[in-house]
């Protein structure tokens, strides 16, 4: 029987209420599909930082490195300024364990409210690749002349030519296997790069230099198209079925799927990967800790239970995920009432029952 040891993170504010439903459904669903997930809890988060001042510590990144799969919560803590959780756990794991994908699936599940007007599940099912390690994200700048009228800040963008080709080899093998003909031109796959080539005149001229050269070289069977990225706001909202597979840099990345998560009905069912193709991967609900919903169990633990999903997809349980996506269209289809803390009409752990009794099935 195949054995999976996951890495659990709980982590911050409503982030252990959604985990537990995201475990409670992945237990159903290897107890289905004939596997076994070894699960090992982590409390790193903002209480053990405000209890020993540690964030993610370079040994804990060294026994993540042993793990098949993290699944986390949330990080984010009322009490702890912001970027330090931030940026010494959820980034400290991405960078050291170079998980330079993060993917982030934007799809409308049936009896979710979009608030794009007469636009349905069909129109919406689309997934952003956004580059996960370059960018403003490196913290390449400073300050000079700091606390004078004079100060100066500067933190800029960086992509190496490795980076970007290997998120681009990423996308467009995404594109060629996930990618639906229907969306593209002329019965093909479509991928399309979100950039700025009229203002960043260098770092997206990189991407689309590369963007270019590697789909003619390596993928001429699937159509490139380019938007500027505030643009691929503008037509996100508008004409959403446009889009297939997106690929992006890691700022423009983060900023669109923020918007996508809302046009899929919001932060409760927004889930994403940060991914490491050769490597340990990480699993998370793209929404925040909420602090004011914690401990009620008002908390829609569905996004959560999408991340679960996407790393049985990406550990090669494909059935037992699509089993659970399966079970979350169910509920999202026949019993959440909304998908907005404390309107689902359930409560957190109903939901997980729910999900975890269909796939249990
Ligand atoms: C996200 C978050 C993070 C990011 C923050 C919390 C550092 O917004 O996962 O999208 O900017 O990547
Ligand atoms: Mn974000």
């Given at each position: 029987?195949?054995?999976?040891?996951?890495?659990?993170?709980?982590?911050?504010?409503?982030?252990?209420?959604?985990?537990?439903?995201?475990?409670?459904?992945?237990?159903?669903?290897a107890a289905k599909f004939?596997?076994?997930?070894?699960?090992?809890?982590?409390?790193?988060?903002?209480?053990?930082?405000?209890?020993?001042?540690?964030?993610?510590?370079?040994?804990?990144v060294e026994?993540?490195?042993?793990?098949?799969?993290?699944?986390?919560?949330?990080?984010?803590h009322p009490d702890v300024a912001p970027g330090i959780l931030e940026k010494g756990i959820l980034l400290k794991a991405r960078f050291e364990l170079d998980q330079y994908i993060n993917l982030r699936p934007v799809k409308l599940y049936p009896g979710v409210a979009?608030?794009?007007?007469?636009?349905?599940?069909?129109?919406?099912?689309?997934?952003v690749v956004r580059e996960n390690t370059g960018d403003l994200y490196t913290g390449t700048g400073g300050f000079t002349m700091k606390g004078t009228p004079h100060e100066v800040a500067v933190q800029s963008a960086v992509y190496t030519r490795f980076q970007v080709d290997r998120c681009l080899k990423y996308a467009f093998e995404y594109a060629r296997k996930h990618g639906k003909k229907s969306r593209g031109k002329g019965d093909k796959?479509?991928?399309?790069?979100?950039?700025?080539?009229?203002?960043?005149?260098?770092?997206?001229?990189?991407?689309?230099?590369?963007?270019?050269?590697?789909?003619?070289?390596e993928y001429p069977e699937i159509v490139r198209e380019y938007y500027h990225v505030d643009a691929t706001c503008m037509w996100f909202v508008k004409n959403p079925e446009w889009f297939d597979v997106i690929v992006t840099g890691n700022m423009f990345g983060d900023i669109i799927t923020?918007?996508?998560?809302?046009?899929?009905?919001?932060?409760?069912?927004?889930?994403?990967?940060n991914i490491n193709p050769e490597g340990v991967s990480m699993f998370e609900p793209i929404g925040g800790s909420a602090p004011k919903y914690t401990g009620k169990g008002v908390i829609n633990?569905?996004?959560?239970?999408?991340?679960?999903?996407?790393?049985?997809?990406?550990?090669?349980?494909?059935?037992?995920?699509?089993?659970?996506?399966?079970?979350?269209?169910?509920?999202?289809?026949n019993k959440l009432k909304s998908m907005q803390a404390g309107r689902m009409g359930y409560s957190t752990s109903e939901v997980g029952d729910l999900v975890a009794e269909r796939v249990a099935g």
């Amino acid at each position: 029987m195949a054995t999976y040891k996951i890495a659990v993170m709980p982590g911050d504010g409503t982030g252990p209420e959604v985990t537990a439903e995201a475990v409670k459904v992945l237990k159903a669903a290897a107890a289905k599909f004939g596997f076994k997930l070894e699960m090992t809890e982590f409390d790193f988060g903002g209480e053990r930082y405000k209890r020993t001042g540690e964030t993610l510590p370079d040994s804990a990144v060294e026994e993540l490195r042993k793990f098949d799969a993290i699944l986390l919560g949330a990080i984010g803590h009322p009490d702890v300024a912001p970027g330090i959780l931030e940026k010494g756990i959820l980034l400290k794991a991405r960078f050291e364990l170079d998980q330079y994908i993060n993917l982030r699936p934007v799809k409308l599940y049936p009896g979710v409210a979009t608030p794009i007007k007469d636009k349905g599940p069909d129109d919406i099912d689309f997934v952003v690749v956004r580059e996960n390690t370059g960018d403003l994200y490196t913290g390449t700048g400073g300050f000079t002349m700091k606390g004078t009228p004079h100060e100066v800040a500067v933190q800029s963008a960086v992509y190496t030519r490795f980076q970007v080709d290997r998120c681009l080899k990423y996308a467009f093998e995404y594109a060629r296997k996930h990618g639906k003909k229907s969306r593209g031109k002329g019965d093909k796959n479509t991928l399309a790069l979100s950039g700025k080539t009229n203002v960043l005149t260098y770092v997206y001229d990189l991407w689309e230099r590369a963007f270019h050269e590697l789909g003619k070289a390596e993928y001429p069977e699937i159509v490139r198209e380019y938007y500027h990225v505030d643009a691929t706001c503008m037509w996100f909202v508008k004409n959403p079925e446009w889009f297939d597979v997106i690929v992006t840099g890691n700022m423009f990345g983060d900023i669109i799927t923020d918007l996508g998560a809302m046009v899929q009905g919001g932060m409760g069912i927004a889930a994403g990967g940060n991914i490491n193709p050769e490597g340990v991967s990480m699993f998370e609900p793209i929404g925040g800790s909420a602090p004011k919903y914690t401990g009620k169990g008002v908390i829609n633990p569905l996004a959560a239970i999408c991340a679960g999903q996407m790393m049985l997809e990406t550990l090669g349980e494909e059935k037992a995920g699509k089993c659970i996506e399966d079970a979350v269209k169910f509920a999202t289809g026949n019993k959440l009432k909304s998908m907005q803390a404390g309107r689902m009409g359930y409560s957190t752990s109903e939901v997980g029952d729910l999900v975890a009794e269909r796939v249990a099935g």
